[in-house]
């Protein structure tokens, strides 16, 4: 099984038991497009997965999307790949924060996120030219422009690096935006409300310490942001 | 049950099967003053436990610490809270990222972060000044000064929150600093290489659209980072 050609970007995915929003539904969304700009955006996920000691494990990673999946990767002999290797349910939830929501009263503090929740089982890539655009995926999804420039791996690295693939079956996302709601007989309270932003920034880039003097910090990395 | 008085934060955290970092030992902190930096420092953690329909699910959240223990808050017929309040196992991760690690092959690319794993199962506050405690444990960890200016919340809101307790008995950190660490090899590659430094930071506060014109923006709110 090969990734798919075309980007089923036009429709919605169908919502199930695990996917529906109960509590708050205005703040559900599933339409694909918005799921995946989401997810496209958002720079690391968190996989949770039942381990083999009993209990759930939750871990950080980075990822890439190609078309309807979702490529991870990592060392062979690393606990995450080698438990979703086998096939288990997984959920990996992607965050954004975009800002602090700010009201008059403690209680109707909130945030303005957005965050995309899949539902998935892995599979181990075995396929070399799907291994590959997994890996290309990924490095494309943390820094696009990179991987043209670099050495590409050689025979011992990809020997080295699993690549598994998830697909984008069962997958919702949940939206914050706007101001506070504050209560009416709130709104004379002296308090400043309001929302404040935040953003994933980078600051001035260290170049390596070997690095030669003539070679300038790429375009790509100057005002990076998501 | 209450939250200690003292914060035991001089020694070590007991490493168990599930916290012992198996592959790159060198990156694992089991110090409890340097997990407890990492979880104050973060924004937001995920939430990965068991379902009772099967499957895994991880959610998104606020937290705040107090002493040896971690308070999350929600409204009570929240799916996460329901579950957790029944007690079974969960994992909290909560991520920093500081920065991209370019390296001159694609194969030795990382991140730098610090991450914390807690293992542990949830107990819902019914004592009302823990309660208090726990919320204003989460206000301080989002926004420093804010609980002191806004209404407190009164008994219909408190009712209407749930606040759960983990304690902080089984947990790591992982934590990666530094340049990117290439073959010997590849060191005269025509390609830049380096950290670039991340950071989750603050854009100009939006006042609410009903707020007073004399009110100012507070200063815990001008430069805002974490």
Not at 35 to 43: C, G, N, P
Not at 142 to 165: A, F, H, K, M
Not at 193 to 208: C, F, R
Request: aromatic share 6%.
């Amino acid at each position: 099984m090969t990734t798919k050609d075309s980007v089923n970007a036009g429709g919605s995915i169908a919502v199930t038991e695990r996917t529906r929003l109960n509590r708050i539904p205005k703040r559900g969304v599933y339409e694909r497009a918005e799921i995946y700009k989401i997810l496209d955006e958002a720079m690391i996920c968190h996989i949770g997965f039942a381990g083999p000691h009993g209990g759930v494990a939750v871990i950080p990673t980075i990822y890439g999307r190609k078309d309807d999946y979702i490529y991870i990767h990592g060392a062979p002999a690393s606990r995450m790949l080698k438990n979703l290797e086998l096939g288990v349910e997984l959920c990996l939830t992607a965050t954004i924060l975009d800002g602090l929501v700010l009201a008059r009263s403690a209680f109707h503090h909130s945030m303005n996120y957005r965050s995309v929740v899949v539902f998935a089982k892995a599979t181990l890539v075995t396929d070399e030219t799907e291994k590959w655009q997994g890996l290309y995926a990924i490095s494309e999804h943390v820094v696009p422009g990179r991987w043209q420039e670099v050495r590409e791996p050689n025979e011992t690295e990809l020997n080295g690096t699993s690549v598994l693939r998830l697909p984008l079956e069962e997958a919702s996302a949940k939206v914050r935006t706007g101001p506070p709601a504050d209560d009416a007989e709130d709104m004379d309270l002296p308090v400043w409300a309001g929302e404040l932003p935040i953003k994933l920034q980078s600051l001035a880039p260290k170049a390596d310490a070997h690095l030669a003097e003539n070679i300038p910090v790429p375009g790509y990395l100057i005002n990076y942001s998501r």
